[in-house]
């Protein structure tokens, strides 16, 4: 499985890692060669080829896909440049699989879903969440009913590092590049591990701000002096209707001071309740309507047992595991389905299905009426 | 000081505590006598004025608003009786102190604040979870800019006696006495406590759901038989503008399993972060940007120190207060400012307010767009 | 009933509310009258009669003990007068409830535990942690066989008053009043509560510390100017060994920064396990080890049920209490156990068993050895 | 950096992947090269070099520590054959990382730490706690003298895996192979970390049970049918007193349902407190005297910040890191220490001393009296 990578920096080295460790914990699955990463600064790529194990470097993502010995392309550049690349990698016949979101804009979503399923390629999309074991227990438990039906949702997505007003620009606050602010980079895991735990989005009505319009130049770029507009939301909050007749409340924000991570979710259904928050990963609360009477209560589980989602893999009981799991396992899933040739989950069409729920909500937003999703694949 | 007190289930007894203990520890405030208790059901008033200490009891209730030697008028009625009595009471020139909501139509609330503005009586509405000290020591932060500008604003009240499909029909299902469900019942608290901390709405746009939407009748209607139909709502969500610029989401729920009596709220400022949750009322969590890095976390602080609002009354640090104690500080207020002739607050007013915010959610919900609050009084 | 009540402090303003709150929520037993209220400094007791509603005053707690009206002698006085007061009321037919340590040496203890045990009065040291529903339903628990063989149990009661140095001068330092200091205040509790839920304690080893040796006097006695040595402990730790085989780790300390009331167990049996802590007094947590694989973890019980211990006299679930209803509680026990002419529990022999266990401990220091409790009564 | 493991099993993967994974994201550090590895059972090793990535395997460690290619043995097998091992490598010039307890009596802990002081080598003795970052923090703290003085130190390592008694029998409950039960294995720690943050220990008194005495054989074993006997202890607790004037509380057990991993410690000083619980390793729980009085609590640091020890390394503030994390720290400081040829922190000097701590609490519980650490080298 020879892998070519496209970006270097904070997510480059998650999923570098990843590749890294996946055979020393699944030893059954295929085994990831680092052959080449790919960015577009020399110096810095050559440097990261060195610290991170990748046989070579290039400077031009179009020698990466087009390879011959490339099985494999991996994309987490900025979010303006995945479609030219996944569509380019696909056409090559490569695996593919991409950071989220999938594209910055519904028309490029749907693009490269329909060009991944034509592929006779497996295509994933990288929403790693999905791939914290408390979160795949919270699954198992839904499906196997635990909780009933699902009446109430809650997600939210809440970090910090834009509170300050002094917090300098970033390519993340210029809209051309990074499609949205927090709504594409945060409800973008909110909506995805909506979908995946209780269904499709019906309708959506939103609101967004931006509180701190303007931002000084980064320590690098000082010399610029000028302050640069902040073109995309600090917060983007929304309702939503499922199609199974849940309701649901949405919350992303950048400005959330001292919440450094906080993906999370409580859901409620008609026989029990479910909650999660990130930034206690290894934990899983829940609450069951059955219990016996005088003992109800939400139970914090610690799903790092052997019996838990992906765990018999790590360590004993109660011995934590971090961020960067959630990158293996989903390296795993992907390594597994083209080992086996089954589909992925999640995979490019779940990107464009979570594009359309953010449309929607963006719609939303400038019409300030409530918006169908688009159900069309 | 006088009280004719008109219904005496719930809320009677917990208004009646009140009554009866706030002297012993507030004893510079004026003596509330227990004079007439008053309900429909002569064996249960007539039960609840002995078990409750109350020196007289009546059927009627305008026996009790035109009484001679009452001074104040509390009404703890369903919500659809408020007014009648509310308007005689003021009419006769008794302060009164009345259960939130203050009535089930917009319309009637203005009456009634207006009513009151007129009268020269005191007036209040027992939005009592304004009075639990860690809330009031979360105004105090907020008014101290502790946190800076607030930008996103977090409230709910959740609690869960209708999970179960099984449970009985009650009057407050009933739109034609209770006016609404989770809406009116709790979203008057999460909407009033907002205002308290953050000020006043903008526009709002909302949803609702019953998802139980017929119930057996209860254990003494029995022979009834049939079920009925449930008229309110078991949940409702809403996004808000503040007039400052801040956001808001909203949620009540009376089918969030586990949450017993979860009113709480979070607040991200531009230098800070506040939560809230009633289930754990003694404790207010506390996030400052200006702490030293790597020092910055959640503070957790017991708020029943003497330094604490109301807590010199009561007992050292560290021994916490109950639910109780929030109506016997709200009876505090009113005795305070009836007193030294000074505004209560909240009063009659705020109830309007307050009316106008669930008002326009529920028409938001009725016109799938959002709503604008209205601001006259 | 007619009540007579030497000390009117913070203790004496806890009993005081609790007679006066009873029988509003528990009115089917019987009525106490707060007739006179006794402490040795005439203008604080007069104006604590006045605040605290007694109908009378003294300085002369003779002259409650004998006086005849009186049926009931609640002491409330530092513990070094405990004794001589407890005897007269005794002696005088009246039955008695005292705050605990019951005394201040072991002798004085059983002295009084006898004599309470041959005179026909009821009797009640206020332990009044036991009467937390929480703890309460801990018991129960425990009584079930829920946890099964409890194995281990950990007990500590940690404050944090004098943590600071510069903290003044109280009578509780003083050895001479207050018999002994973190240990005979807070062990105190902590060993009844092992005691309730455990069972006998066999032997014991124990360590203390007095971390702050000098304490400046108090505003009041300023112009004394010398700082005061302290002749008790600042902390007392101890292991222990019960009759059942199970070992305990005990703590109590008033040094233990942050921790305001923090009055806890943990307790781990064959089959599950229980935790409390007194600053979140409405929760309990309780493993059980027979729950499904998968879905094993601690459950946090909000124990505000009608179906728990005395819940069903105060609100909704959720709608939690506070400290002084613990008071409440355990008045409630007393006037029932006289109603019904049965045993009240906790009572002095209870008062007596706990000394002995602290005694134990305070021998064990001086020897540094383990020492056996004494188990003769 | 040629390594030379011996032992392949739960902490054989733990130290294989902080090798594999070390320059990744310590790219300045030493390189290390698996070469071999070795266990007993030649199919189980072999097998485990393939998945774990060594270049040979061996069945004799003899070969491992006289290979002239291997530069680090790396011990990690079974507590008795540590030393005879350790004694070898280092008599071969080899640097040696050994995991705890050092040896499994004093004398053993005494000759290796002489062996190794008085080699050349680097020696460490595998505390991996001590690099959790929340604990560094903590140490960093306490260096800083942010909470003062230490006056009270509770340390814990509770888990709960022989909690039934049906759990099968296994090599650490011999005496004769594992040294001790919880005792060595987790109060191993438990004294580490204590005298990392507090210092010294001066003398202890401790306590311990069996509960289980007999336990059934494993699935593997179930042939030879008979119950075996468990010669080590179930849970230990200890007092102890510290060199500085710290008293302290210990407790080890591997019976206590629920607890899966809970390594922790309570520290109260003369100006603040610090708490920390490895189930949630990447929270650090802080209390300062100094903060504004109505404004103190214990603040949750969430120790994930590039400005927090190690962390710089890892993700962004709030994507916390797992249990194998403190391996890779480990190796690390061995390998800084390596390779700027200074003492490596903790070495088998902290081993002695740790054990010197854990014999003089088997002397107190057979003696049954206070016992004084030894405290010579």
Same mark, same amino acid.
């Given at each position: 499985?020879?892998?070519?990578?496209?970006? #270097?920096?904070? =997510?480059? $080295?998650?999923?570098? !890692?990843?590749?890294? @460790?996946?055979?020393?914990?699944?030893?059954?699955?295929?085994?990831?060669?680092?052959?080449?990463?790919?960015?577009?600064?020399?110096?810095?790529?050559?440097?990261?080829?060195?610290?991170?194990?990748?046989?070579?470097?290039?400077?031009?993502? /179009? +020698?990466?896909?087009?390879?011959?010995?490339?099985?494999?392309?991996?994309?987490?550049?900025?979010?303006?440049?995945?479609?030219?690349?996944?569509?380019?990698? *696909?056409?090559?016949?490569?695996?593919?699989?991409?950071?989220?979101?999938?594209?910055?804009? *519904?028309?490029?979503?749907?693009?490269?879903?329909?060009?991944?399923?034509?592929? &006779?390629? $497996?295509?994933?999309?990288?929403?790693?969440?999905?791939?914290?074991?408390?979160?795949?227990?919270? $699954?198992?438990?839904?499906? +196997?009913?635990?909780?009933?039906?699902?009446?109430?949702?809650?997600?939210?997505?809440?970090?910090?590092? *834009?509170?300050? $007003?002094?917090?300098? #620009?970033?390519?993340?606050?210029?809209?051309?590049?990074?499609?949205? &602010?927090?709504?594409?980079?945060?409800?973008?895991?909110?909506?995805?591990?909506?979908?995946?735990?209780?269904?499709?989005?019906?309708?959506?009505?939103?609101?967004?701000?931006?509180?701190?319009?303007?931002?000084?130049?980064?320590?690098?770029?000082?010399?610029?002096?000028?302050?640069?507009?902040?073109?995309?939301? @600090?917060?983007?909050?929304?309702?939503?209707?499922?199609? /199974?007749?849940? =309701?649901?409340?949405?919350?992303?924000?950048?400005?959330?001071?001292?919440?450094?991570?906080?993906?999370?979710? +409580?859901?409620?259904?008609?026989?029990?309740?479910?909650?999660?928050?990130?930034?206690?990963?290894?934990?899983?609360?829940?609450?069951?309507?059955?219990?016996?009477?005088?003992?109800?209560?939400?139970?914090?589980?610690?799903?790092?047992?052997?019996? !838990?989602? #992906? =765990?018999?893999?790590?360590?004993?009981?109660?011995?934590?595991?971090?961020?960067? !799991?959630?990158?293996?396992?989903?390296? *795993?899933?992907?390594?597994?389905?083209?080992?086996?040739?089954?589909?992925?989950?999640?995979?490019?069409?779940?990107?464009?299905?979570?594009?359309?729920?953010?449309?929607?909500?963006?719609?939303?937003?400038?019409?300030?009426?409530?918006?169908?999703?688009?159900?069309?694949?």
């Amino acid at each position: 499985m020879n892998i070519g990578m496209i970006g #270097y920096k904070f =997510m480059g $080295k998650a999923h570098t !890692h990843a590749y890294h @460790d996946v055979k020393l914990f699944f030893p059954e699955t295929l085994a990831p060669r680092r052959l080449i990463i790919c960015g577009r600064d020399e110096r810095g790529v050559s440097r990261a080829a060195t610290q991170l194990g990748w046989e070579q470097w290039s400077t031009d993502w /179009n +020698e990466v896909v087009t390879h011959p010995a490339i099985d494999l392309v991996d994309i987490n550049t900025p979010s303006n440049a995945h479609k030219e690349i996944a569509l380019a990698a *696909l056409k090559n016949g490569k695996h593919v699989i991409c950071e989220k979101p999938l594209a910055i804009t *519904l028309e490029d979503a749907r693009e490269m879903a329909e060009a991944a399923e034509q592929s &006779g390629a $497996k295509h994933m999309v990288c929403f790693n969440y999905r791939f914290v074991p408390a979160i795949r227990l919270a $699954k198992k438990l839904l499906d +196997e009913g635990r909780i009933g039906q699902v009446r109430q949702y809650r997600g939210w997505f809440l970090q910090d590092w *834009l509170t300050d $007003k002094d917090a300098p #620009y970033v390519w993340r606050l210029d809209r051309s590049v990074a499609g949205s &602010g927090a709504h594409g980079d945060l409800n973008a895991h909110a909506v995805d591990l909506a979908r995946f735990l209780v269904g499709e989005f019906q309708e959506v009505s939103g609101m967004s701000r931006t509180f701190v319009t303007h931002r000084q130049p980064s320590a690098e770029e000082m010399d610029e002096a000028a302050f640069r507009e902040v073109t995309v939301d @600090d917060a983007t909050s929304f309702l939503a209707c499922f199609e /199974n007749g849940a =309701m649901g409340t949405f919350e992303a924000s950048r400005v959330a001071g001292g919440r450094r991570c906080a993906n999370g979710f +409580e859901i409620y259904g008609s026989e029990g309740s479910i909650r999660f928050n990130f930034e206690r990963m290894n934990e899983l609360e829940v609450y069951d309507t059955g219990d016996d009477a005088g003992s109800q209560g939400f139970k914090t589980i610690l799903a790092t047992e052997s019996c !838990h989602p #992906y =765990m018999h893999a790590w360590w004993p009981a109660g011995h934590g595991i971090g961020f960067e !799991h959630t990158f293996i396992h989903a390296v *795993l899933e992907l390594l597994e389905a083209i080992k086996t040739d089954r589909p992925c989950s999640p995979n490019f069409t779940d990107g464009l299905r979570c594009q359309q729920v953010l449309d929607a909500v963006e719609k939303s937003i400038a019409s300030r009426q409530w918006v169908r999703v688009e159900s069309n694949l």
